[in-house]
């Protein structure tokens, strides 16, 4: 069984920074894709950041030159740095592991960005 659990959540100012990491237990492979999702009040879960074994990053438009995704030396964890956080950015945060075709997420993690 894999679970993951996610954690750095909380309450920031705009312009802020935040960092969230992801620790992925069970029975976990090299080969995988991890990445970061939200989903604010009213809207639907979107992709923010991806990354996969071989390195290749990707994120979403609105956080480009903001947040930056990365894993640990371990396969089994990815962080999210997240620098000039705007209000936009409230959400709840999953993480989220693709490996051999099956799906895991996290139980989330809540980032607020109001002053």
């Known amino acids: 069984q894999v679970q993951l659990v996610e954690s750095g959540g909380g309450l920031v100012q705009p312009g802020g920074s935040l960092r969230l990491s992801c620790v992925a237990s069970?029975?976990?492979?090299?080969?995988?894709?991890m990445g970061w999702y939200r989903q604010g009040p009213g809207k639907q879960r979107e992709m923010v950041a991806s990354?996969?074994?071989?390195?290749?990053?990707d994120y979403i438009d609105s956080v480009k030159g903001r947040f930056t995704i990365s894993k640990g030396s371990a396969h089994n964890t990815v962080y999210l740095q997240m620098n000039s956080l705007e209000p936009e950015d409230t959400a709840v945060y999953y993480c989220n592991l693709n490996q051999w075709g099956s799906q895991y997420w996290g139980q989330g993690t809540q980032v607020t960005v109001s002053s």
């Open positions: 069970g029975r976990i492979f090299s080969n995988n894709f």
């Open positions: 990354l996969t074994s071989r390195g290749t990053i």
